[in-house]
């Protein structure tokens, strides 16, 4: 059932920090006391007892844009990109070519640099593709929301834990809650979407379009608006795989790779039986130390809260405090 099907074990090292909220701009208020005309019972209101008038509005955040980097030259070609694509938006962000650059969009540029190791042409060529998939798919503004019907149920939440750097969201995939096989997986389609949806929400949690909180320079420091994800094995056959959930795994794999790169922070496998971690102590030889500190795997789901963060916002069965995934979920909204 596993859509991760090659992950690799590795101790919980990845730290996130919950995006910064923005600073929202202020409303112009008119004063209309001036306006009033005098009497003998009312006097004239004097100019110096006028209503005040309101508080500027506060600066967009500001991002300078050293030239002769790979974020200037990336920016530089981003017109080309969003022409070729002809779509604008992503993760709630409307890219933008107009100077100076808008911050939202260095931010995404930045993750897409990251990505590739500052190879510009690379990260130009990943995000015409993504954009131009994001249309084809269906998502952004304007896209009707789809209906997944009960046998989605309970398969995928989006909450956020508590950790020393901040708030972080969360995604949890619990795949032994799938009643039929083929049903849920057998229209390849149709889960697409629902898990391209469950990230979508996830990713929408980074509050990329608002936050004041740059992204350091490939090489230069953690990604701070990255999110976890939770994969829950409980119940779920490692040995024969159904060929319907290996083509939804290996299409599933391709997506998140290609179109999603920097928004993973650390990648918990849990319930996975110890008869089986051979497996992802062998992948991880073939993996970047980079990729494989991400992942981690959890024999015992009850060591998982350990692992996350704070106790409060991991349910009881995982070993925290908290009430179940769907009560966690709801706090959120």
Same mark, same amino acid.
């Given at each position: 059932?596993?859509?991760?099907?090659?992950?690799?074990?590795?101790?919980?090292? &990845? +730290?996130?920090?919950? /995006? $910064?909220?923005?600073?929202?701009? =202020?409303? *112009?208020? @008119?004063?209309?006391?001036? #306006?009033? %005309? &005098? +009497?003998?019972?009312? /006097? $004239?209101?004097?100019?110096?007892? =006028?209503? *005040?008038? @309101?508080?500027?509005?506060? #600066?967009? %955040?500001?991002?300078?844009?050293? /030239?002769?980097?790979?974020?200037?030259?990336?920016?530089?070609?981003?017109?080309?990109?969003?022409?070729?694509?002809?779509?604008?938006?992503?993760?709630?962000?409307?890219?933008?070519?107009?100077?100076?650059?808008?911050?939202?969009?260095?931010?995404?540029?930045?993750?897409?640099?990251?990505?590739?190791?500052?190879?510009?042409?690379?990260?130009?060529?990943?995000?015409?593709?993504?954009?131009?998939?994001?249309?084809?798919?269906?998502?952004?503004?304007?896209?009707?929301?789809?209906?997944?019907?009960?046998?989605?149920?309970?398969?995928?939440?989006?909450?956020?834990?508590?950790?020393?750097?901040?708030?972080?969201?969360?995604?949890?995939?619990?795949?032994?809650?799938?009643?039929?096989?083929?049903?849920?997986?057998?229209?390849?389609?149709?889960?697409?979407?629902?898990?391209?949806?469950?990230?979508?929400?996830?990713?929408?949690?980074?509050?990329?379009?608002?936050?004041?909180?740059?992204?350091?320079?490939?090489?230069?420091?953690?990604?701070?608006?990255?999110?976890?994800?939770?994969?829950?094995?409980?119940?779920?056959?490692?040995?024969?795989?159904?060929?319907?959930?290996?083509?939804?795994?290996?299409?599933?794999?391709?997506?998140?790779?290609?179109?999603?790169?920097?928004?993973?922070?650390?990648?918990?496998?849990?319930?996975?039986?110890?008869?089986?971690?051979?497996?992802?102590?062998?992948?991880?030889?073939?993996?970047?130390?980079?990729?494989?500190?991400?992942?981690?795997?959890?024999?015992?789901?009850?060591?998982?809260?350990?692992?996350?963060?704070?106790?409060?916002?991991?349910?009881?069965?995982?070993?925290?405090?908290?009430?179940?995934?769907?009560?966690?979920?709801?706090?959120?909204?």
């Amino acid at each position: 059932m596993s859509e991760e099907i090659k992950p690799t074990p590795a101790t919980a090292e &990845a +730290t996130t920090a919950a /995006p $910064a909220p923005a600073p929202g701009a =202020a409303t *112009e208020a @008119a004063a209309d006391e001036q #306006a009033k %005309p &005098a +009497t003998a019972e009312v /006097p $004239a209101v004097p100019t110096s007892d =006028a209503a *005040e008038p @309101a508080d500027e509005p506060a #600066a967009a %955040p500001s991002w300078p844009v050293t /030239p002769d980097t790979p974020l200037a030259a990336l920016f530089t070609r981003l017109p080309a990109i969003l022409e070729a694509a002809g779509h604008t938006q992503i993760w709630g962000v409307t890219l933008s070519p107009a100077a100076p650059a808008a911050f939202s969009t260095l931010l995404v540029l930045q993750k897409y640099l990251r990505s590739t190791a500052d190879d510009v042409d690379a990260a130009a060529a990943a995000l015409e593709k993504t954009l131009a998939w994001r249309k084809g798919f269906g998502l952004d503004a304007g896209a009707e929301p789809r209906a997944y019907g009960p046998d989605f149920d309970g398969l995928g939440y989006v909450t956020s834990v508590g950790t020393p750097a901040g708030r972080e969201v969360v995604t949890w995939n619990v795949y032994g809650a799938v009643k039929d096989l083929g049903v849920t997986f057998g229209d390849l389609d149709r889960f697409l979407h629902w898990r391209v949806a469950l990230m979508e929400r996830a990713v929408g949690e980074l509050g990329l379009a608002t936050t004041t909180v740059p992204i350091p320079a490939y090489g230069q420091g953690e990604d701070p608006h990255r999110l976890a994800q939770v994969h829950v094995y409980e119940g779920v056959s490692f040995l024969r795989m159904d060929p319907h959930v290996k083509a939804a795994s290996k299409a599933t794999i391709e997506l998140m790779a290609a179109h999603y790169p920097e928004t993973l922070s650390r990648k918990f496998f849990v319930g996975v039986p110890l008869l089986m971690s051979w497996v992802f102590t062998a992948v991880r030889m073939f993996i970047s130390a980079e990729t494989a500190k991400k992942f981690v795997v959890v024999s015992y789901k009850a060591n998982l809260a350990g692992e996350m963060g704070d106790k409060a916002d991991v349910p009881q069965e995982f070993g925290g405090t908290g009430p179940g995934l769907a009560e966690l979920e709801a706090r959120e909204t």
